[in-house]
């Protein structure tokens, strides 16, 4: 049975204050928390006795109920984990002859998942945000990631500092609606591919970090059309792009 | 100033039961209802004294109070309108030589919205849904679309009678994990691409009349990586697949 205590400490960790002092976050059902198993350090697991997991033997039997009572979820599902955060450290990174994505202020929980979905699928192990990106390890973007999470590392860094150190090895591609037409544009094996802010696009001083800037046209081009496309479709549009054989 | 009535109506148009027996929906923000004025009959339009429009002398000036009284959004913005619903017959739709979708119980009205915006980004003018995907008009599809309702046609029908006929003219696409490789695949000019409910994939009802099937295939090939991309996704990359020059 949860203990009072208990139950408050897991819904506390809906706080990104509290996830970060405990470092700790939480991911439920059970393809997420398996995907995350291989790859972070799991603290706590409770499962219903719907729950059938690749690990059956090591997590508490808690009931519908309590699951619920610890849930972020509005329909709670069979399991919920505790795991550790890591600690992903911009020195440590290592993206020499790699593609990379750097995300300057995602704001969407939603959107933020959405890329590390899209990452994962197109082979981009690592993510650098600014400080205003919205935390990795909120509930909304852990499920979102449909357990990508797992297989990209996410890094929060002064960006810019980041990128002035790395513009010197690779080219810094900048997604901007003054760019060059990303299907005529020379693209490399690596580098790194940064996507602005929902709102704004990408900061000046970053633009002129990069040193290359790519447009994706629509179509028929010069057609009247939405202004932009959502930030999540921007990024897997370019990285299928960089990805499709040439 | 708003007459209970009033609210009552207009609040009712967030069921759909409601929108159909009425012919009428809500669309909230003036980037939203002023893309949308150009493409549908409009009904009523609210402005708080924050709305400059582009119809300054046509709406109906209220509170912000009124307006959180009507609105959808968590945080209301200026203007809120209510539109005619087109009759969207598919018997008259016009195809041919052009590059469709199809749409199979999508489930999302996110997802919706957000293919819609995808479809006007890349000069899709026809969608065509089944009976089982949510439903256009509700806001949260409206909103998504950030205006690219206001080009895109959609249409609801029995998708199996319809791709039927359509077969013998064009190719239809299914997208699947048992298709070819869509750098490697020939895409035609014109045809109607079919992206399947986000749970389950398209229904092998359907699958049996596509002419051909295509895989965003992921990176590198084999990589154990996400089961699969979110179809507002996947139907970006393959529309961006299609429109990209040869």
Do not use: H
């Not at 470092?23 to 198993?37: I, N, P, Q, R, Y």
């Not at 299907?183 to 591919?193: D, P």
């Not at 790519?214 to 010069?222: A, D, R």
């Amino acid at each position: 049975m949860l203990s009072k205590n208990r139950i408050k400490y897991i819904k506390s960790l809906s706080i990104k204050k509290n996830r970060y002092e405990e470092k700790c976050f939480v991911a439920e059902g059970s393809k997420t928390v398996e995907d995350l198993l291989s790859s972070f350090v799991c603290r706590a697991m409770y499962g219903t006795e719907r729950y059938i997991g690749i690990r059956p033997d090591c997590f508490e039997l808690i009931t519908p109920a309590e699951l619920k009572s610890i849930s972020n979820l509005e329909t709670p599902q069979d399991v919920l984990a505790l795991f550790e955060m890591p600690e992903n450290i911009c020195d440590s990174m290592d993206v020499s002859g790699k593609l990379s994505l750097a995300l300057e202020n995602i704001q969407d929980a939603g959107n933020l998942g959405t890329i590390i979905r899209v990452a994962d699928w197109f082979g981009i192990e690592n993510i650098m945000c600014s400080i205003g990106t919205v935390d990795v390890y909120n509930c909304k973007t852990v499920q979102a990631t449909m357990g990508a999470l797992a297989r990209v590392n996410v890094y929060y860094c002064d960006l810019k500092t980041c990128l002035m150190k790395l513009s010197s090895e690779m080219p810094i591609y900048a997604t901007s609606l003054d760019g060059a037409d990303i299907y005529a544009a020379e693209l490399s094996k690596n580098g790194v591919v940064v996507m602005g802010n929902e709102g704004n696009g990408i900061s000046y001083e970053l633009k002129q970090i990069c040193n290359s800037k790519l447009l994706i046209p629509n179509y028929p081009k010069g057609r009247k059309t939405s202004e932009s496309l959502n930030v999540g479709i921007a990024t897997a549009v370019i990285c299928a792009e960089f990805r499709r054989p040439r």
